[in-house]
């Protein structure tokens, strides 16, 4: 999730609150195909686009956490 969206403004400054709480990851055995998964479902429970769906899973695997996977 971008962080300005993030309601909770998570202290770490580089992951939302849903996904660290400013000291470790909130889902720390979480692989990359099950964190897609979790984003999928919920996108998809909020109607999101399919094109901006796509786009939002595919970009997970950019993301710091995930690069050395």
């Not at 300005?4 to 720390?28: E, L, Q």
């Not at 990359?32 to 786009?55: D, W």
């Amino acid at each position: 999730m971008p962080l300005r969206f993030d309601k909770n403004n998570s202290p770490s400054g580089i992951y939302c609150s849903f996904c660290h709480d400013g000291t470790s990851f909130i889902d720390k055995n979480l692989t990359l195909q099950e964190m897609k998964c979790k984003v999928r479902k919920l996108l998809s429970e909020r109607k999101v686009n399919r094109f901006i769906k796509l786009y939002l899973i595919m970009r997970l695997s950019t993301l710091k956490r995930w690069k050395s996977v």
